[in-house]
């Protein structure tokens, strides 16, 4: 499976950006799906995670109740709605293919990742 996440950008402080992962193929019932962030020389961090069938999700504190993860297995795609960004947000931030139907919060459960896509919020 390949992944190609895109959306990213600049924005101001409080601004919106909808990140897109569009899959090479359909991903099975057994594969969550899941948004990471990366800070050059940092750990990769978790942001947000989805079931199979969508009807789960998990998100990390930083961005509850802010950041909508969804996806649409049709299309072969998962989205991040970020609403009300802040600085800290901006990040590189990574698509990813969970080893398990429910997706997961940990880096290590995912065997498939995209390239990234910036984002950068200004203050």
């Known amino acids: 499976v390949q992944l190609q996440a895109y959306g990213g950008g600049l924005v101001q402080t409080g601004g919106s950006l909808r990140l897109s992962c569009a899959a090479s193929?359909?991903?099975?019932?057994?594969?969550?799906m899941g948004w990471f962030r990366q800070l050059p020389e940092q750990e990769r961090e978790f942001v947000a995670t989805?079931?199979?069938?969508?009807?789960?999700?998990y998100y990390a504190d930083s961005v509850k109740g802010r950041f909508t993860i969804s996806r649409d297995n049709v299309k072969n795609m998962v989205y991040l709605q970020m609403n009300s960004l802040k600085p800290e947000d901006t990040a590189v931030y990574y698509c990813?293919?969970?080893?398990?139907?429910?997706?997961?919060?940990?880096?290590?459960?995912?065997?498939?990742w995209g390239q990234g896509t910036q984002v950068t919020v200004s203050s």
């Open positions: 990813a293919v969970s080893r398990y139907a429910t997706g997961s919060s940990q880096p290590g459960n995912y065997n498939y």
């Open positions: 193929k359909r991903t099975s019932s057994s594969n969550g």
């Open positions: 989805i079931s199979w069938r969508g009807d789960s999700t």
